[in-house]
Protein backbone atom coordinates (compact mmCIF):
# COMPACT_ATOMS: atom_id res chain seq x y z
CA UNK A 1 0.00 0.00 0.00
CA UNK A 2 1.50 3.25 -0.72
CA UNK A 3 1.78 6.11 1.41
CA UNK A 4 -0.93 8.59 -0.08
CA UNK A 5 -2.72 5.59 -0.39
CA UNK A 6 -2.87 5.10 3.02
CA UNK A 7 -3.08 8.46 3.86
CA UNK A 8 -6.46 8.89 2.06
CA UNK A 9 -7.66 5.97 3.66
CA UNK A 10 -7.03 7.60 7.37
CA UNK A 11 -8.83 10.24 6.39
CA UNK A 12 -11.76 8.50 4.98
CA UNK A 13 -11.59 6.59 7.90
CA UNK A 14 -11.55 9.16 10.67
CA UNK A 15 -14.70 10.94 8.62
CA UNK A 16 -16.67 8.23 9.00
CA UNK A 17 -15.75 8.06 12.42
CA UNK A 18 -16.87 11.50 13.04
CA UNK A 19 -20.10 11.09 10.65
CA UNK A 20 -21.41 7.99 11.90
CA UNK A 21 -22.19 9.89 15.44
CA UNK A 22 -23.03 12.77 13.21
CA UNK A 23 -25.61 10.85 11.21
CA UNK A 24 -25.38 13.74 8.88
CA UNK A 25 -23.93 13.39 5.08
CA UNK A 26 -23.99 9.48 5.45
CA UNK A 27 -20.26 8.79 5.07
CA UNK A 28 -20.52 6.14 7.45
CA UNK A 29 -23.18 4.54 5.34
CA UNK A 30 -21.41 1.32 3.66
CA UNK A 31 -22.90 2.02 0.33
CA UNK A 32 -20.37 5.06 0.74
CA UNK A 33 -17.93 4.40 3.07
CA UNK A 34 -17.06 0.94 1.35
CA UNK A 35 -16.68 2.82 -2.04
CA UNK A 36 -14.52 5.63 -1.09
CA UNK A 37 -12.07 2.70 1.09
CA UNK A 38 -12.17 1.17 -2.76
CA UNK A 39 -10.78 4.54 -4.38
CA UNK A 40 -8.37 4.96 -2.11
CA UNK A 41 -6.90 1.41 -2.43
CA UNK A 42 -7.45 0.86 -6.53
CA UNK A 43 -10.16 -1.32 -5.96
CA UNK A 44 -13.55 0.65 -6.65
CA UNK A 45 -15.51 -2.39 -7.92
CA UNK A 46 -14.68 -3.93 -5.03
CA UNK A 47 -15.63 -1.46 -2.85
CA UNK A 48 -19.12 -1.19 -4.26
CA UNK A 49 -19.69 -4.91 -4.31
CA UNK A 50 -19.13 -5.03 -0.87
CA UNK A 51 -20.60 -1.78 -0.08
CA UNK A 52 -23.90 -2.33 -1.59
CA UNK A 53 -24.44 -5.66 0.02
CA UNK A 54 -23.38 -4.60 3.45
CA UNK A 55 -25.88 -1.43 3.14
CA UNK A 56 -28.54 -4.20 2.41
CA UNK A 57 -27.91 -5.46 5.64
CA UNK A 58 -27.28 -2.22 7.77
CA UNK A 59 -30.57 -0.73 6.45
CA UNK A 60 -32.14 -1.12 10.07
CA UNK A 61 -29.08 0.27 12.07
CA UNK A 62 -30.07 3.75 12.97
CA UNK A 63 -30.02 5.78 15.85
CA UNK A 64 -33.18 6.17 17.99
CA UNK A 65 -33.23 7.66 21.31
CA UNK A 66 -30.16 6.31 23.28
CA UNK A 67 -30.20 2.64 21.75
CA UNK A 68 -26.79 2.44 19.78
CA UNK A 69 -26.76 0.67 16.78
CA UNK A 70 -24.04 -1.57 15.28
CA UNK A 71 -21.29 0.51 14.17
CA UNK A 72 -21.60 1.14 10.08
CA UNK A 73 -18.33 2.92 10.31
CA UNK A 74 -16.29 0.22 11.61
CA UNK A 75 -18.25 -2.60 9.71
CA UNK A 76 -17.84 -1.09 6.22
CA UNK A 77 -13.87 0.34 6.69
CA UNK A 78 -12.32 -2.31 8.23
CA UNK A 79 -14.01 -4.85 6.04
CA UNK A 80 -13.44 -2.66 3.06
CA UNK A 81 -9.59 -2.46 3.98
CA UNK A 82 -9.58 -6.27 3.92
CA UNK A 83 -11.23 -6.75 0.55
CA UNK A 84 -10.06 -3.94 -1.67
CA UNK A 85 -6.74 -4.48 0.38
CA UNK A 86 -3.76 -6.28 -0.35
CA UNK A 87 -5.13 -8.82 2.14
CA UNK A 88 -8.09 -9.44 -1.25
CA UNK A 89 -10.80 -11.17 1.03
CA UNK A 90 -13.76 -12.38 -1.02
CA UNK A 91 -16.56 -10.07 -0.86
CA UNK A 92 -18.34 -12.51 0.92
CA UNK A 93 -15.69 -13.18 3.48
CA UNK A 94 -15.75 -9.52 3.90
CA UNK A 95 -19.65 -9.68 4.62
CA UNK A 96 -19.23 -12.05 6.91
CA UNK A 97 -16.42 -10.60 8.73
CA UNK A 98 -18.38 -7.27 9.03
CA UNK A 99 -21.10 -8.12 11.59
CA UNK A 100 -18.35 -8.95 14.22
CA UNK A 101 -16.53 -5.81 13.40
CA UNK A 102 -19.98 -4.53 13.90
CA UNK A 103 -20.52 -5.14 17.44
CA UNK A 104 -16.59 -4.36 18.30
CA UNK A 105 -17.38 -0.24 16.60
CA UNK A 106 -20.67 -0.60 18.44
CA UNK A 107 -18.78 -1.51 21.90
CA UNK A 108 -15.75 1.44 21.35
CA UNK A 109 -19.25 3.64 20.67
CA UNK A 110 -20.58 2.62 24.21
CA UNK A 111 -16.99 4.02 25.81
CA UNK A 112 -16.41 7.04 23.84
CA UNK A 113 -20.47 8.70 24.74
CA UNK A 114 -19.55 8.04 28.20
CA UNK A 115 -16.49 9.60 27.92
CA UNK A 116 -18.29 12.14 26.58
CA UNK A 117 -20.40 12.71 29.80
CA UNK A 118 -17.66 13.91 31.35
CA UNK A 119 -16.34 16.25 28.41
CA UNK A 120 -20.03 17.30 29.06
CA UNK A 121 -19.69 18.38 32.53
CA UNK A 122 -16.46 20.12 31.80
CA UNK A 123 -18.74 22.16 29.17
CA UNK A 124 -20.85 23.25 31.92
CA UNK A 125 -18.00 25.21 33.52
CA UNK A 126 -16.90 26.43 30.18
CA UNK A 127 -20.23 27.91 30.50
CA UNK A 128 -20.24 29.25 33.24
CA UNK A 129 -17.27 31.12 31.90
CA UNK A 130 -19.30 32.22 29.23
CA UNK A 131 -16.49 30.87 27.28
CA UNK A 132 -18.27 29.69 24.07
CA UNK A 133 -14.57 29.21 22.26
CA UNK A 134 -14.02 26.91 24.88
CA UNK A 135 -17.04 25.48 24.60
CA UNK A 136 -16.10 25.46 20.58
CA UNK A 137 -12.79 23.50 21.75
CA UNK A 138 -14.89 20.34 23.37
CA UNK A 139 -17.15 19.87 20.70
CA UNK A 140 -14.08 19.50 18.10
CA UNK A 141 -12.81 17.28 20.28
CA UNK A 142 -15.26 15.14 20.68
CA UNK A 143 -15.32 14.77 17.18
CA UNK A 144 -11.61 13.67 16.92
CA UNK A 145 -12.10 11.01 19.23
CA UNK A 146 -14.85 9.81 17.45
CA UNK A 147 -12.86 10.05 14.03
CA UNK A 148 -10.05 8.31 16.06
CA UNK A 149 -12.21 5.09 17.59
CA UNK A 150 -12.60 4.11 13.78
CA UNK A 151 -9.17 5.88 12.22
CA UNK A 152 -6.41 3.73 14.82
CA UNK A 153 -8.05 0.36 14.00
CA UNK A 154 -8.38 0.95 10.47
CA UNK A 155 -4.51 1.74 10.41
CA UNK A 156 -3.88 -1.22 12.80
CA UNK A 157 -5.45 -3.98 10.36
CA UNK A 158 -2.92 -1.76 7.87
CA UNK A 159 0.25 -2.89 9.53
CA UNK A 160 -1.10 -6.53 10.06
CA UNK A 161 0.90 -9.09 7.41
CA UNK A 162 -1.10 -10.06 4.11
CA UNK A 163 -0.21 -13.58 5.17
CA UNK A 164 -1.36 -13.72 8.29
CA UNK A 165 -4.75 -12.76 7.02
CA UNK A 166 -4.92 -15.19 4.33
CA UNK A 167 -3.79 -17.92 7.07
CA UNK A 168 -6.04 -17.05 8.93
CA UNK A 169 -8.99 -16.91 6.90
CA UNK A 170 -7.88 -20.19 5.02
CA UNK A 171 -8.12 -21.73 8.31
CA UNK A 172 -11.63 -21.45 9.02
CA UNK A 173 -13.27 -24.88 7.96
CA UNK A 174 -15.59 -24.65 4.51
CA UNK A 175 -18.51 -25.71 6.32
CA UNK A 176 -18.29 -22.44 7.90
CA UNK A 177 -17.44 -20.27 5.22
CA UNK A 178 -20.17 -21.67 3.15
CA UNK A 179 -22.20 -21.53 6.15
CA UNK A 180 -21.71 -17.82 6.63
CA UNK A 181 -22.04 -17.30 2.62
CA UNK A 182 -24.89 -18.66 2.62
CA UNK A 183 -26.33 -16.55 5.67
CA UNK A 184 -25.22 -13.43 3.85
CA UNK A 185 -27.98 -13.44 1.77
CA UNK A 186 -30.23 -14.14 5.10
CA UNK A 187 -29.06 -11.59 6.86
CA UNK A 188 -30.47 -8.81 4.75
CA UNK A 189 -34.22 -9.78 5.95
CA UNK A 190 -32.95 -8.50 9.74
CA UNK A 191 -32.36 -5.19 8.32
CA UNK A 192 -35.42 -5.12 6.65
CA UNK A 193 -37.49 -6.39 9.04
CA UNK A 194 -36.33 -3.81 11.37
CA UNK A 195 -37.45 -1.01 9.04
CA UNK A 196 -41.11 -2.76 8.75
CA UNK A 197 -41.29 -3.00 12.13
CA UNK A 198 -41.23 0.54 12.95
CA UNK A 199 -42.99 1.23 10.16
CA UNK A 200 -45.55 -1.20 10.54
CA UNK A 201 -49.20 -0.84 11.19
CA UNK A 202 -52.83 -2.10 10.11
CA UNK A 203 -53.27 1.00 7.31
CA UNK A 204 -49.86 0.56 5.51
CA UNK A 205 -49.55 -3.82 5.74
CA UNK A 206 -52.04 -3.64 2.47
CA UNK A 207 -49.20 -1.52 0.71
CA UNK A 208 -46.31 -3.93 1.69
CA UNK A 209 -48.16 -7.15 0.21
CA UNK A 210 -49.15 -5.13 -2.62
CA UNK A 211 -45.52 -4.17 -3.18
CA UNK A 212 -44.52 -8.07 -2.50
CA UNK A 213 -46.52 -9.27 -5.20
CA UNK A 214 -45.65 -6.82 -7.84
CA UNK A 215 -41.85 -7.46 -7.35
CA UNK A 216 -42.56 -10.63 -9.35
CA UNK A 217 -43.06 -8.61 -12.58
CA UNK A 218 -39.16 -8.99 -13.50
CA UNK A 219 -39.79 -5.47 -15.19
CA UNK A 220 -40.91 -3.42 -13.06
CA UNK A 221 -37.47 -1.94 -11.76
CA UNK A 222 -37.36 0.14 -9.09
CA UNK A 223 -37.40 3.71 -10.08
CA UNK A 224 -41.19 2.09 -11.60
CA UNK A 225 -42.04 0.87 -7.44
CA UNK A 226 -40.77 4.66 -6.55
CA UNK A 227 -43.51 6.04 -8.60
CA UNK A 228 -45.93 3.43 -8.29
CA UNK A 229 -45.21 4.19 -4.45
CA UNK A 230 -45.90 7.72 -4.45
CA UNK A 231 -49.29 7.50 -6.63
CA UNK A 232 -50.72 5.17 -3.86
CA UNK A 233 -49.50 7.49 -0.60
CA UNK A 234 -51.10 10.25 -2.88
CA UNK A 235 -54.51 8.38 -3.53
CA UNK A 236 -54.55 6.93 -0.09
CA UNK A 237 -54.19 10.47 1.42
CA UNK A 238 -56.38 12.18 -0.89
CA UNK A 239 -59.26 8.88 -0.23
CA UNK A 240 -58.50 8.95 3.36
CA UNK A 241 -61.66 9.93 5.30
CA UNK A 242 -59.04 10.93 8.19
CA UNK A 243 -58.16 13.87 5.84
CA UNK A 244 -61.31 15.17 4.46
CA UNK A 245 -62.96 16.18 7.80
CA UNK A 246 -63.41 19.30 6.11
CA UNK A 247 -65.40 17.90 3.18
CA UNK A 248 -67.61 15.76 5.35
CA UNK A 249 -69.70 18.01 7.53
CA UNK A 250 -70.83 19.72 3.74
CA UNK A 251 -71.79 16.03 2.53
CA UNK A 252 -73.60 15.43 5.87
CA UNK A 253 -74.89 18.80 5.80
CA UNK A 254 -76.67 17.71 2.30
CA UNK A 255 -77.27 14.75 3.14
CA UNK A 256 -80.04 15.09 6.11
CA UNK A 257 -81.60 18.36 3.80
CA UNK A 258 -82.60 15.60 1.22
CA UNK A 259 -84.05 13.59 3.68
CA UNK A 260 -85.95 16.92 4.85
CA UNK A 261 -87.53 16.63 1.32
CA UNK A 262 -88.51 13.17 1.72
CA UNK A 263 -89.90 13.85 4.67
CA UNK A 264 -91.86 16.73 3.75
CA UNK A 265 -92.97 14.57 0.72
CA UNK A 266 -94.34 11.88 2.70
CA UNK A 267 -96.03 14.46 5.46
CA UNK A 268 -97.55 15.97 2.48
CA UNK A 269 -99.10 12.40 1.91
CA UNK B 1 -22.12 42.68 4.61
CA UNK B 2 -23.12 46.98 4.86
CA UNK B 3 -26.44 45.89 3.51
CA UNK B 4 -26.81 43.49 6.00
CA UNK B 5 -25.34 45.82 8.99
CA UNK B 6 -27.61 48.19 8.34
CA UNK B 7 -30.59 46.00 7.91
CA UNK B 8 -29.23 45.03 11.39
CA UNK B 9 -29.99 47.93 13.76
CA UNK B 10 -33.10 50.03 12.18
CA UNK B 11 -35.84 51.03 14.19
CA UNK B 12 -35.03 51.94 17.66
CA UNK B 13 -31.78 50.10 18.17
CA UNK B 14 -33.60 46.55 18.46
CA UNK B 15 -31.70 43.13 17.94
CA UNK B 16 -31.96 41.22 15.05
CA UNK B 17 -30.29 38.16 13.68
CA UNK B 18 -28.87 38.91 10.65
CA UNK B 19 -28.72 36.99 7.09
CA UNK B 20 -24.72 35.70 8.32
CA UNK B 21 -25.93 34.50 11.31
CA UNK B 22 -29.02 32.29 10.07
CA UNK B 23 -26.21 30.83 7.41
CA UNK B 24 -23.72 29.96 10.33
CA UNK B 25 -26.54 28.18 12.53
CA UNK B 26 -27.08 26.25 9.70
CA UNK B 27 -23.85 24.90 8.68
CA UNK B 28 -23.24 24.21 12.77
CA UNK B 29 -26.77 22.52 13.28
CA UNK B 30 -25.10 19.46 10.96
CA UNK B 31 -22.34 18.98 13.88
CA UNK B 32 -25.17 18.27 16.34
CA UNK B 33 -24.52 14.68 17.54
CA UNK B 34 -20.83 15.58 17.40
CA UNK B 35 -20.47 15.42 21.55
CA UNK B 36 -23.47 12.98 21.75
CA UNK B 37 -23.49 11.71 25.47
CA UNK B 38 -26.06 9.38 27.45
CA UNK B 39 -26.64 12.30 30.03
CA UNK B 40 -28.14 14.98 28.44
CA UNK B 41 -27.56 13.34 24.38
CA UNK B 42 -27.36 16.72 21.82
CA UNK B 43 -26.88 18.91 24.34
CA UNK B 44 -23.42 20.37 23.82
CA UNK B 45 -23.93 19.84 19.70
CA UNK B 46 -27.27 22.26 20.50
CA UNK B 47 -25.31 24.73 22.02
CA UNK B 48 -22.77 24.80 19.39
CA UNK B 49 -25.40 25.43 16.74
CA UNK B 50 -27.23 28.49 18.76
CA UNK B 51 -23.50 29.99 19.22
CA UNK B 52 -24.24 32.57 16.54
CA UNK B 53 -27.62 33.73 17.88
CA UNK B 54 -25.64 34.07 21.49
CA UNK B 55 -22.76 35.98 20.38
CA UNK B 56 -25.22 38.47 18.22
CA UNK B 57 -27.51 38.55 21.43
CA UNK B 58 -25.91 38.74 24.57
CA UNK B 59 -22.19 39.46 22.68
CA UNK B 60 -20.52 41.65 24.85
CA UNK B 61 -22.08 40.54 28.48
CA UNK B 62 -20.35 37.69 29.70
CA UNK B 63 -23.06 36.97 32.47
CA UNK B 64 -25.88 37.01 29.71
CA UNK B 65 -23.88 35.19 27.39
CA UNK B 66 -22.98 32.33 30.32
CA UNK B 67 -26.76 32.26 31.07
CA UNK B 68 -27.74 31.69 27.58
CA UNK B 69 -25.44 29.06 27.17
CA UNK B 70 -26.49 27.27 30.23
CA UNK B 71 -30.43 27.38 28.72
CA UNK B 72 -28.98 25.84 25.96
CA UNK B 73 -26.70 22.90 27.49
CA UNK B 74 -29.79 21.52 29.39
CA UNK B 75 -30.62 17.87 28.09
CA UNK B 76 -31.77 17.63 24.15
CA UNK B 77 -33.18 14.78 22.09
CA UNK B 78 -34.50 14.56 18.74
CA UNK B 79 -33.60 13.82 15.32
CA UNK B 80 -30.90 15.82 14.02
CA UNK B 81 -32.65 17.22 11.52
CA UNK B 82 -35.40 18.73 13.33
CA UNK B 83 -33.06 20.67 15.55
CA UNK B 84 -33.11 22.86 13.04
CA UNK B 85 -36.46 23.56 13.43
CA UNK B 86 -36.57 23.74 17.42
CA UNK B 87 -33.12 25.92 16.79
CA UNK B 88 -34.91 28.51 14.82
CA UNK B 89 -37.70 28.86 17.04
CA UNK B 90 -35.24 29.32 20.20
CA UNK B 91 -33.38 31.58 18.08
CA UNK B 92 -36.89 33.88 17.42
CA UNK B 93 -37.46 33.36 21.25
CA UNK B 94 -33.94 34.59 22.40
CA UNK B 95 -34.17 37.45 19.85
CA UNK B 96 -37.48 38.55 21.68
CA UNK B 97 -35.96 37.54 25.26
CA UNK B 98 -32.44 40.31 24.15
CA UNK B 99 -35.16 43.12 23.03
CA UNK B 100 -36.65 42.74 26.29
CA UNK B 101 -39.68 41.59 25.88
CA UNK B 102 -41.38 39.66 28.45
CA UNK B 103 -39.91 35.96 27.77
CA UNK B 104 -38.65 33.62 30.71
CA UNK B 105 -35.83 31.71 31.12
CA UNK B 106 -38.15 29.14 31.66
CA UNK B 107 -40.52 29.23 29.16
CA UNK B 108 -37.35 29.07 26.74
CA UNK B 109 -36.48 25.52 28.20
CA UNK B 110 -39.57 23.94 28.90
CA UNK B 111 -40.64 25.03 25.07
CA UNK B 112 -37.33 23.26 23.67
CA UNK B 113 -38.49 20.33 25.85
CA UNK B 114 -42.08 20.03 24.09
CA UNK B 115 -40.73 19.95 20.86
CA UNK B 116 -38.10 17.90 20.76
CA UNK B 117 -40.31 14.78 21.89
CA UNK B 118 -43.13 15.03 19.04
CA UNK B 119 -40.49 16.31 16.42
CA UNK B 120 -38.61 12.89 17.26
CA UNK B 121 -41.83 11.20 16.87
CA UNK B 122 -41.77 12.08 13.11
CA UNK B 123 -38.55 13.06 12.17
CA UNK B 124 -37.34 9.54 13.25
CA UNK B 125 -39.75 7.54 11.05
CA UNK B 126 -39.72 10.07 7.56
CA UNK B 127 -36.05 10.39 7.99
CA UNK B 128 -34.59 6.89 9.93
CA UNK B 129 -37.15 4.60 8.78
CA UNK B 130 -38.50 5.74 5.70
CA UNK B 131 -36.25 8.14 3.71
CA UNK B 132 -32.39 6.98 4.23
CA UNK B 133 -33.18 3.36 4.01
CA UNK B 134 -35.29 3.13 1.29
CA UNK B 135 -32.64 5.10 -0.71
CA UNK B 136 -29.89 3.37 0.88
CA UNK B 137 -31.78 -0.11 -1.06
CA UNK B 138 -32.34 1.79 -3.93
CA UNK B 139 -28.74 2.70 -4.16
CA UNK B 140 -27.42 -0.69 -3.65
CA UNK B 141 -29.61 -2.27 -6.41
CA UNK B 142 -28.02 0.43 -8.44
CA UNK B 143 -24.54 -0.52 -7.87
CA UNK B 144 -25.93 -4.49 -7.74
CA UNK B 145 -27.14 -4.50 -10.98
CA UNK B 146 -24.48 -3.59 -12.56
CA UNK B 147 -24.30 0.33 -12.47
CA UNK B 148 -21.65 0.73 -9.91
CA UNK B 149 -20.34 4.08 -8.68
CA UNK B 150 -23.49 5.24 -9.46
CA UNK B 151 -25.18 3.76 -6.85
CA UNK B 152 -23.11 5.52 -3.76
CA UNK B 153 -23.38 8.35 -5.57
CA UNK B 154 -27.60 8.58 -6.17
CA UNK B 155 -27.59 7.72 -2.42
CA UNK B 156 -24.77 10.52 -1.29
CA UNK B 157 -26.72 13.78 -3.07
CA UNK B 158 -29.93 12.56 -2.90
CA UNK B 159 -29.76 12.25 0.67
CA UNK B 160 -27.52 15.36 1.45
CA UNK B 161 -30.06 17.25 -0.75
CA UNK B 162 -33.22 16.07 1.11
CA UNK B 163 -31.11 16.59 4.47
CA UNK B 164 -30.12 20.52 3.57
CA UNK B 165 -32.73 21.51 2.43
CA UNK B 166 -35.18 20.19 5.27
CA UNK B 167 -32.66 21.82 7.88
CA UNK B 168 -32.30 25.40 5.82
CA UNK B 169 -36.34 25.09 5.60
CA UNK B 170 -37.24 23.78 9.12
CA UNK B 171 -34.52 26.83 10.42
CA UNK B 172 -36.61 29.10 8.58
CA UNK B 173 -39.58 28.25 9.28
CA UNK B 174 -38.55 28.31 13.00
CA UNK B 175 -37.78 31.56 13.36
CA UNK B 176 -40.16 32.95 11.47
CA UNK B 177 -42.65 32.10 12.79
CA UNK B 178 -41.75 31.34 16.25
CA UNK B 179 -43.91 30.15 18.47
CA UNK B 180 -46.51 30.13 15.67
CA UNK B 181 -45.23 26.70 14.47
CA UNK B 182 -46.47 24.32 17.17
CA UNK B 183 -49.70 25.43 15.30
CA UNK B 184 -48.41 24.61 12.18
CA UNK B 185 -47.48 21.22 13.68
CA UNK B 186 -50.28 20.27 15.27
CA UNK B 187 -52.15 20.69 11.66
CA UNK B 188 -52.67 17.30 9.49
CA UNK B 189 -49.77 18.65 7.82
CA UNK B 190 -47.15 16.50 8.95
CA UNK B 191 -49.46 13.34 10.05
CA UNK B 192 -49.98 13.17 6.32
CA UNK B 193 -46.51 13.40 5.54
CA UNK B 194 -45.80 10.47 8.24
CA UNK B 195 -48.12 8.66 6.38
CA UNK B 196 -47.50 9.12 3.36
CA UNK B 197 -43.68 8.44 3.78
CA UNK B 198 -44.83 5.31 5.52
CA UNK B 199 -47.06 4.07 2.66
CA UNK B 200 -44.12 4.28 -0.28
CA UNK B 201 -41.62 2.80 2.38
CA UNK B 202 -43.77 -0.02 2.81
CA UNK B 203 -44.70 -0.72 -0.40
CA UNK B 204 -40.89 -0.15 -1.59
CA UNK B 205 -40.26 -2.75 1.34
CA UNK B 206 -42.68 -5.37 -0.06
CA UNK B 207 -40.75 -5.23 -3.31
CA UNK B 208 -37.32 -5.64 -1.74
CA UNK B 209 -37.75 -8.52 0.62
CA UNK B 210 -38.66 -11.21 -2.42
CA UNK B 211 -36.04 -9.47 -4.69
CA UNK B 212 -32.86 -9.09 -2.52
CA UNK B 213 -33.34 -11.71 0.50
CA UNK B 214 -31.50 -14.78 -0.99
CA UNK B 215 -32.74 -18.25 0.24
CA UNK B 216 -32.25 -20.91 -1.99
CA UNK B 217 -33.12 -24.66 -1.11
CA UNK B 218 -31.16 -27.01 -3.12
CA UNK B 219 -32.92 -30.39 -1.41
CA UNK B 220 -33.90 -32.84 -3.81
CA UNK B 221 -37.64 -33.89 -2.13
CA UNK B 222 -38.56 -36.04 -4.82
CA UNK B 223 -37.03 -38.21 -8.22
CA UNK B 224 -38.94 -39.16 -10.77
CA UNK B 225 -37.77 -40.96 -13.98
CA UNK B 226 -40.96 -41.65 -16.89
CA UNK B 227 -40.00 -42.07 -20.43
CA UNK B 228 -36.27 -41.63 -19.96
CA UNK B 229 -36.58 -38.20 -18.57
CA UNK B 230 -35.35 -37.68 -14.72
CA UNK B 231 -37.65 -34.78 -12.48
CA UNK B 232 -35.81 -33.87 -9.75
CA UNK B 233 -37.86 -31.69 -7.57
CA UNK B 234 -36.24 -29.32 -5.26
CA UNK B 235 -37.37 -27.73 -1.84
CA UNK B 236 -36.89 -24.79 -3.12
CA UNK B 237 -39.37 -25.57 -6.59
CA UNK B 238 -42.27 -26.34 -4.20
CA UNK B 239 -41.71 -23.04 -2.62
CA UNK B 240 -41.63 -21.51 -5.92
CA UNK B 241 -44.68 -23.32 -7.09
CA UNK B 242 -46.76 -22.07 -3.81
CA UNK B 243 -45.91 -18.30 -4.33
CA UNK B 244 -42.32 -16.62 -5.87
CA UNK B 245 -40.70 -15.72 -3.01
CA UNK B 246 -42.22 -16.91 -0.09
CA UNK B 247 -39.54 -18.40 1.37
CA UNK B 248 -37.71 -14.66 1.97
CA UNK B 249 -41.17 -13.18 3.06
CA UNK B 250 -41.30 -15.81 5.81
CA UNK B 251 -37.81 -14.97 6.48
CA UNK B 252 -38.74 -11.49 7.09
CA UNK B 253 -41.30 -12.31 9.58
CA UNK B 254 -39.41 -14.62 11.55
CA UNK B 255 -37.05 -11.92 12.09
CA UNK B 256 -39.97 -9.12 12.73
CA UNK B 257 -41.67 -11.89 15.68
CA UNK B 258 -38.29 -11.96 17.31
CA UNK B 259 -37.92 -8.76 16.97
CA UNK B 260 -41.08 -7.93 18.58
CA UNK B 261 -40.25 -10.36 21.17
CA UNK B 262 -36.99 -8.24 22.08
CA UNK B 263 -34.68 -10.20 20.43
CA UNK B 264 -31.72 -7.93 19.78
CA UNK B 265 -31.21 -7.80 16.13
CA UNK B 266 -27.30 -8.48 16.54
CA UNK B 267 -28.34 -11.92 17.45
CA UNK B 268 -30.98 -12.38 15.01
CA UNK B 269 -28.33 -11.52 12.67
CA UNK B 270 -25.83 -14.62 14.61
CA UNK B 271 -29.23 -16.83 14.73
CA UNK B 272 -29.43 -16.80 11.32
CA UNK B 273 -25.38 -17.74 10.59
CA UNK B 274 -25.97 -20.53 12.71
CA UNK B 275 -29.06 -21.24 10.63
CA UNK B 276 -26.86 -20.73 6.89
CA UNK B 277 -23.91 -23.08 8.54
CA UNK B 278 -26.67 -25.67 9.94
CA UNK B 279 -28.18 -25.99 7.18
CA UNK B 280 -25.48 -25.88 4.75
CA UNK B 281 -24.38 -29.05 7.08
CA UNK B 282 -27.67 -30.78 5.98
CA UNK B 283 -27.74 -29.50 2.53
CA UNK B 284 -31.47 -28.02 3.45
CA UNK B 285 -29.65 -24.47 1.83
CA UNK B 286 -27.06 -23.77 -0.54
Not at chain 2, 163 to 170: D, E, I, K, M, T
Request: hydrophobic residues 55%; proline residues 4%; charged residues 10%.
Amino acid sequence: MSVLSLIVLLIVAFLAGVDVILDEWELAQPIVACTLVGMALGHIGEGVALGASLQLIALGWMNIGSAIPPDAAMASIVSAILVCGPAEVSVKEGIALAIPLAIAGQLLNIFVRTFVVFMSHVADNVAAEGNLRKLDAIHYLDMVVQGLRIAIPAYLVTIISTHAIQAAINSIPKVITQGLSIAGGFIVAVGFAMVINMMANNTVWPFFFIGFVLAGIKSLNLIGFGILGVCFALIYLQLSPQFNTTVAPADSKGAPSAEDDIDAALDDL
Amino acid sequence: MSEQEQTNKPNDGQLQLTRHDLTASFWRSGFLQGSWNYERVQNIGFCFQMEPTIKRLYGGDKKETAKAMKRHLTFMQTTPVMSSLIGGVMMAMEQQRANGEDVEDTMIQSLKVAMMGPLAGVGDPIYWATIRPVLGAFAASLALSGMGVVGPLVFFVVWNAIRLASRWYFQKLGYEQGLNVMHDLSGNLLQKFTLGASILGMFILGALVPRWTKVNMPLVISKVTANGHTTVTTLQDIFDQLMPGLAPLLLTFFCIWLLRKKVNAVWIIFILFALGIVGYMFHIFG
